[in-house]
């Protein structure tokens, strides 16, 4: 499959699907929203025939992971949701002074991680993590940082199947870093780094160096 059909494929998934709010209309045929706002992160493990450009989403897609459920277990005080095709996370307070991000819930915190689980379920299936701001520079994508998920990221590397890691907007104290833009090239060296918002996706790292479009926050 070549790289512009992947990226088309890949686009409407995650418009669909993941990079979702509480007033954005998806398709009539599939109408899940699931309602989200703030810092969350999600996981899919689908049948690769998803990510196929002349394949069509239907009523089998993500169809055990109903989206009331997700947003439950997602606001509970375990702030994780653990599916049969799909994983979230939202922060979860640990003390007064420290969260877990949500992406090392689902990339690290335990193990074997949710992640993890759900890509063994499916060895050659559409693998996409998302999360809606990007991994910070301060704890999470920084290498050799005591809680950073780049070592984490390694199963992807392993994965058979189409994957993907996917962000909406740059986590505001990162915003125009230099370490943040090496951050998301080690990220992309173990699996493919674009950012979608409701309309398009951009592959993030080209000729080894972060795309214009990647690196300015939208208004929201």
């Known amino acids: 499959m070549c790289e512009q059909q992947f990226l088309l494929r890949r686009t409407r998934v995650y418009i669909l699907i993941l990079v979702s709010s509480a007033s954005f209309q998806q398709e009539s045929r599939w109408p899940v929203i699931y309602g989200l706002d703030g810092q969350y992160a999600l996981g899919i493990n689908v049948p690769a025939r ?6 069509s989403l239907d009523q089998n897609f993500l169809s055990q992971d ?6 439950r277990d997602m606001s509970s005080s375990e702030c994780i949701y653990v599916g049969n095709e799909l994983v979230g996370a939202r922060p979860k307070r640990k003390n007064s002074k420290i969260n877990i991000h949500s992406e ?3 990339l690290r915190i335990s193990d074997p991680s949710p992640m993890q689980n759900l890509l063994n379920k499916r060895k050659d299936g559409c693998t996409v993590f998302y999360t809606y701001n990007s991994p910070c520079v301060q704890s999470c994508s920084t290498p050799n940082k005591p809680y950073s998920i780049i070592p ?6 392993r994965h058979q199947g189409p994957k993907a890691f996917v962000f909406s907007q740059i986590f505001k104290h990162d915003v125009g870093k ?3 833009e090496e951050n998301i090239r080690e990220i992309e060296k173990r699996i ?7 309309t398009a996706c951009f592959r993030c790292i080209k000729d080894d160096q972060v795309v214009s479009e990647c690196k300015v926050n939208e208004e929201v």
């Open 50 to 55: 998803y990510c196929a450009e002349d394949d």
């Open 178 to 180: 230099a370490q943040w």
């Open 152 to 157: 984490a990221l390694e199963m992807f590397n």
């Open 66 to 71: 109903e989206a009331n459920i997700v947003k």
């Open 104 to 106: 090392s819930l689902l």
């Open 192 to 198: 493919p780094v674009y950012r979608c918002n409701n």
